[in-house]
């Protein structure tokens, strides 16, 4: 079963949104006070975390090429 362009399209929208959300966050790190490291720190933990889950499943779907994981 191929994926439809319009599922593709969402999958690259949610792809893109997670890498800008751990690339603003990391350039956040940089700056951020003691308080808030371990909160960026772990959201940035949660962004990989999802992003690798992706690429396990999409791996175990056989959609790797498709969705460009």
Do not use: N, W
């Amino acid at each position: 079963m191929k994926p439809s362009q319009t599922y593709l399209a969402f999958i690259h929208d949610v792809l893109i949104t997670v890498h800008s959300g751990i690339h603003e966050l990391q350039g956040r790190l940089a700056f951020c006070d003691p308080a808030e490291r371990d909160y960026i720190e772990g959201r940035i933990f949660s962004y990989t975390e999802f992003l690798q889950t992706l690429q396990t499943r999409a791996r175990e779907f056989g959609l790797s090429d498709e969705i460009g994981l």
